[in-house]
């Protein structure tokens, strides 16, 4: 450690001097914060154990599907999840090949919001790996970091046992985040190559393969086809189910609750019950008259249109398997939508259903946090008032109970005038620390 309080000024310029000549995002900017983000010991304990339960819920998730599909479960269940999916798609993704295959990357997203900290989405095909790896490096230079200067790369390396060679698949949707995949290639203590997805071919049995395009992008990965067909081994797997922010909807509904009690363990799913907003699909399918849809009593969704603003605590976003489903692209917050607006959201949300479906999230108001960034114009320290998401990055390791472990932790501060918070050019960007 240079020191226990380190020059802010020194620290920002050392951040802007360390980044890689390729950069890490193309055509991005952040704001250089002076500091790590401090957290909490008891929430830096919290998560730190999170994994392991998120893990849990990838394997339930998944047995649930597959029930599904047999009969065990009900049918609806594996309709909701494959709504709007091509055959090609639901027949890859059933095949024995990949029947136990879970993702071996997790990353949530966490909002620390008025009412505790709550996860918004969960990604298991997550930008940010390289990112983070080279953020907690650098700022470990001189101060502490959760995860360290290694934790982030030995993680990732970890994920492919015994691979002769790694292979990262970048498609052209993808291609913003190729040069972080560059840097975390050079990090990685084994033979790794970065390729985009039409130029990749000729998969071997021994060849280990991270999956860094998203489904829906399929017939633009010119590789895909023999991709799949080969023996190569695949992470994340091609389970759309598992890439669905309805999942969340499926473990509010009180109708699976056993299930997921049983599958999770009693103690597991409250906790996740209160960590994740409650949630809900936009199914228009009608209910019988003397029905409601559970919290809001409404009994259609064309009522939900007609919310007062105070009401209107709620997020609509693409539940999944499109291009706009990630980056907040789809995100709309009721509250701060005028009511016409708002009107017409609910209405594509229901006529989307059959191709594209749609979750409503209650929307729990991010706390206010503060944080310093350097000015380089300036030459000054700047302190922003925010609202800040955490993205932990959790890495699966092989075994009959696999052992997950935390790499890191990666904070976007937005302004406090931002009500969707994700990488911005006014965000800061920075990596975790335990607060002392």
Known sequence: MASSVPNPAEVAHHVRNSVP???LFAGHEWRVATAPFPLEAKLASELESLGRILQQFYRATDLLYRHSGTGKQPAWIHSWLDQGKPENIIELQ???RFRSALPRVIR?????TEDGWKITELDSVPGGIGLTDWLNQTYSANQEVIGGANAMAEGFASIFDDATLVRILVSE????YRPEMDWLAGRLDLDCIVEHTNDAKSFRASDSIYRFFELFDLP????????FESKAKITAPPKTHLEEKMTFALLANDNLSDFWARELGGKYFRQLRDAMPMTWLMDPTPLPPHAAIPELDLTDWNRLKTLSQRDRALILKRSGFHEEAWGARSVRLGSDLPQTEWAEAVQTAVDDFDQSPWILQRYHKPMQV??????FDTGETVSMNGR???CPYYFVQSGERPEVKLGGILATICPADKKIIHGMRDAILTPCTIAT
Do not use: Y
């Open 173 to 176: 949707e993808s291609a913003t």
């Open 370 to 375: 503060t944080h310093e960034w350097f000015d």
């Open 94 to 96: 059933r095949r024995e």
């Open 108 to 112: 949530p997203d966490i909002l620390l």
């Open 21 to 23: 000549p390729g950069g």
């Open 388 to 390: 800040v998401r955490l």
């Open 220 to 227: 633009n990965a010119t590789c895909a086809k023999e991709l």
